[in-house]
């Protein structure tokens, strides 16, 4: 009896044995398991998220700097052409005053004068009203009636011209030269038969001067006012 006993003793211990021999390495996954789990960082989602608001806040700052230095640059191009408008208007304002009876100069220094009581001047010389030059007579339409002695309806000229130029600003001219004074002596029987008269077109332009244009003697002038 004491036998059987010693041997169901034997019989436990080895069981106990066998069942630790088992339940180590069990106990050492569990362990590795449990590690892996709490090695996984919990909180590196929390890191990603705040890098992304952290990335955020930088474009954001990023394009509102951008905005910034668009709004500064436009408003600066929008006052640097407001300048020339303003001197733009003080010019035309200025140009009002010009009319037929400006005295215009070419750009070779010639100068034509249509004086209020219908007499014209040609100079070949501003600076020297003594020689060199034309008188006579003139007649002039304006506006509509000189378009319409000038053969262009109002889209023609535009189109030719350009829409900037008053109807009141366009002058077709008929001269009567009565007078050539030329180095110093009157030449008018040499240089004006009898009979001559000129056609003579001027156009005054809003922004200032103007361009002429004699069609009997097809010569061009480009104008500006004394």
């Known amino acids: 009896m004491s036998n059987q006993k010693k041997q169901i003793k034997q019989l436990k211990k080895i069981k106990e044995n ?13 362990k590795n398991d449990t590690t ?5 960082p919990t909180h590196l989602p929390k890191e990603t998220k705040k890098d992304k608001v952290n990335n955020a806040i930088l ?10 230095t668009s709004y500064v640059i436009i408003s600066r ?9 303003v001197m733009a208007k ?11 009876n400006t005295k215009w100069i070419t750009a070779d220094d010639s100068m034509f004068y249509f004086d209020k009581e219908g007499n014209f001047y040609w100079y070949d010389d501003y600076t020297n009203k003594k020689d060199n030059y034309y008188d006579g007579t003139y007649t002039f339409k304006q506006g509509q009636e000189a378009l319409k002695e000038m053969g262009y309806d109002e889209k023609e000229f535009v189109k030719t011209f350009g829409e ?3 109807e009141d600003n366009i002058y077709s001219l008929e001269l009567t030269p009565v007078t050539a004074f030329i180095e110093g002596r009157d030449q008018s029987s040499t ?34 006012s004394q």
Request: charged residues 25%.
């Open 18 to 30: 066998i069942d630790n021999t088992i339940q180590i390495p069990l106990l050492v996954k569990e």
């Open 36 to 40: 892996i789990v709490k090695n996984k």
């Open 59 to 68: 474009l954001g700052i990023i394009v509102l700097l951008l905005l910034i």
């Open 77 to 85: 191009i929008i006052d640097s052409e407001k300048r020339p408008t």
């Open 90 to 100: 003080t010019i035309t304002k200025k140009n009002k005053k010009q009319n037929l």
């Open 164 to 166: 900037k130029i008053s």
């Open 191 to 224: 240089y004006l038969p009898e009979g001559t008269k000129w056609w003579y077109i001027l156009i005054i332009k809003s922004e200032g001067g103007a361009i002429a244009y004699n069609k009997t003697l097809d010569i061009r002038y480009h104008l500006e």
